[in-house]
């Protein structure tokens, strides 16, 4: 932000605003020690609820623990199902084997998935949900291979694949990584009980300080009360003087679709983006502007008037219009713009208020390559410039206790930025 917002200088005694000072922190000890017991008790009931939470915290994840081992069971007993029908029917050429064969069969991808979900908050366990998945593929497609060729009459290569060792070295492998995630979910649990043995012990400890706290609190709320004094107007006339309220028209800009184009083209956006500030910066500086944030695709301007804002505006989106004009569709860069009018806190080049917060708000409401002001903006500009305004009524914005009375403007930017500066 430009230097020329400088901080108001104060002068005049300060003896008489030292010594009510004074009497007021006296008067405030006994309330500091009302309020630290206060606080220690407010404290100690919330370290009470969290400690509770955490045991309730345990007792979930002991649930949670043993509800997966349920689920690892349940998978190996389908397999087991599965393979057992497999072999009963291939000894027998009975179908009454199928039967536990196509039901664990069926059921099979189901389990895994709810397995997988269950242990979904242990990243430990993706790597074996994976190789628990490619061998339960592995295994399913060994079985119906298997029943497929004895259902075909083949018995000889049915038994054949069966003997081969294949089947058992993959039903082991699913039996070896189920086990590890048992050990897992097991080793967990243990982990999980042990912070919530670690949170009582925290609770007793938080108490004992508290205790202490409150009592250093006493103590120092009753040394303290003249430095504190001295020590509050001393802040008070350092940040009074850093602080310096204006009245200043704020303008909110930001690209439309910029993300997306970002997506789209990233090292062309960016250089429109450069081309399109070389462009706007020096327009912001003919119209006095001090631009004071940009992030990207957004730029925040101060004006010392509502007029150089708009006037300011309406010649962006002009040249913006001239520069699209020359390009093809897809490289078009559009502002939408919010301009507010009102007293504003300039601090360290920055700057705060209901003011900016309204500017920032009006912007989304303006259309791509629009401008949106408010009612203030709209007073001080109506009779100085020929624009026309749609009004949008009074509107609930994020973030702002009152309804903002907006007006959307609306102009010829290959026309109206000759006129709007007459």
């Not at 993706?126 to 295994?139: C, E, F, M, P, Y």
């Not at 290569?157 to 294949?166: F, H, I, P, T």
């Not at 004071?292 to 309406?314: E, M, P, Q, R, Y």
Request: proline letters at 2%; hydrophobic letters at 45%.
């Amino acid at each position: 932000m430009a230097s020329d917002f400088s901080a108001p200088k104060l002068s005049g005694p300060k003896t008489s605003t030292v010594i009510r000072r004074i009497g007021y922190e006296a008067g405030q000890n006994l309330r500091l020690i009302t309020a630290g017991v206060a606080v220690f008790i407010i404290l100690l009931l919330g370290a009470s609820f969290w400690v509770s939470k955490k045991g309730q915290e345990a007792d979930e994840a002991v649930a949670h623990t043993v509800h997966n081992g349920r689920l690892i069971s349940v998978v190996q007993s389908q397999l087991q199902d599965a393979e057992i029908g497999q072999r009963g029917y291939l000894l027998t050429g009975d179908p009454f084997y199928l039967e536990p064969y196509d039901k664990a069969v069926g059921a099979i991808s189901a389990s895994i998935e709810g397995l997988a979900s269950g242990v979904s908050d242990n990243r430990r366990q993706d790597g074996n949900i994976a190789v628990l998945r490619s061998l339960t593929t592995q295994k399913l497609s060994e079985l119906r291979q298997t029943v497929e060729r004895r259902r075909a009459g083949d018995e000889a290569a049915a038994v054949s694949v069966l003997r081969n060792g294949q089947g058992k070295v993959l039903m082991d492998g699913v039996r070896d990584v189920l086990e590890r995630m048992r050990t897992e979910e097991e080793s967990l649990m243990t982990v999980r009980a042990n912070q919530a043995r670690r949170a009582g012990f925290v609770l007793e400890m938080m108490v004992i300080g508290l205790a202490l706290l409150t009592a250093l609190m006493g103590v120092i709320a009753v040394r303290a009360t003249l430095r504190r004094a001295r020590s509050a107007e001393a802040s008070r006339d350092e940040l009074l003087q850093q602080l310096d309220r204006k009245l200043l028209a704020i303008m909110a800009a930001d690209i439309v679709g910029y993300s997306r184009m970002m997506e789209s083209d990233e090292a062309q956006t960016l250089t429109r983006l450069k081309e399109m500030r070389d462009r706007i910066d020096p327009i912001i500086a003919s119209h006095s502007g001090s631009i004071v944030t940009t992030a990207g695709d957004s730029v925040l301007v101060a004006f010392a008037s509502a007029l150089s804002a708009i006037d300011c505006a309406v010649e962006i989106q002009g040249a913006m219009a001239a520069d699209n004009d020359e390009l093809p569709e897809e490289q078009h860069l559009m502002f939408r713009i919010g301009i507010n009018v009102g007293d504003v806190i300039v601090q360290d080049g920055d700057v705060f208020g209901d003011t900016v917060n309204v500017a920032a708000r009006l912007e989304p409401m303006a259309d791509p390559g629009g401008i949106c002001i408010s009612r203030a903006v709209r007073d001080h500009i109506r009779k100085q410039r020929h624009l026309s305004f749609d009004d949008l009524g009074f509107l609930k914005v994020k973030n702002i206790a009152h309804p903002v009375s907006a007006f959307r403007v609306r102009f010829d930017p290959k026309v109206q930025v000759v006129e709007a500066l007459s």
